[in-house]
């Protein structure tokens, strides 16, 4: 993804990052290039130095050079001795750690819509890493999150590819409840000869002639059910409905 290159949609030029905010979110980039500039940057700095496409950040659509400047300010304002401004607030690693501090700001970060505080013997970004590390929390699936709270179902985010419907599932199997309390089949010339003739006596091999792919000989299963079966291995439907 580093060596990508995305084309202008108004000129020749080509950009590192996607000029489309939702293209961008796709792909997950942090920043996008917005062709039609920033209104805030063509005020405070004029058509020469404000004009022109700027990049914003994809989380709160903000100019990044926006953000630089208010950054600077708020720097500005820290040396004035602004209660407002965090600590340690120091823009060089060797002013953090001639004064003893743990990080240091040297500015707005590339990778997120928050200052980049670089921790001094990592390297890395302070604010990037709390931001990881709560979007992994974010991103815990829902059956993670059962599993975690000790529950046996979860309610999964997308409906099941098999019976369409968006039922519990279970954590262990990932069995989808909605799939195991009908009969396997589909909602075809199968459902509608059990739904219409609960108790028609049809033998297996009779079945299988007519293209059905269930039958049922009206003699109890070991759990005393007399309803359907399936063809291909004689199990009982309302016994696989209950187990499930």
Known sequence: MANKTFPSAKT???YRIPTDRELARRLHYVRYMDENGCSDCLTNLGPI???GPKARYVIGNECYACSRKRWDEAYRLWCMGSPGAPEPFYRTAEEAFERGASSYVPGPCEDGPHERSVELFSGECLNCRAAQLQDRINRRSPRAVARSEGRRWYE???PCDQCKQRAPRNVISN???GCTERPRVDDSADTQLMADSPLLVLSRADSKVMGFRVHRTGQPCGRGHCGWRYNSNGGCIDCKREGD
């Open 156 to 158: 999964p985010a997308d």
């Open 12 to 14: 020749p030029a080509r």
């Open 175 to 177: 069995a989808c409840r």
């Open 49 to 51: 130095f404000g004009g």
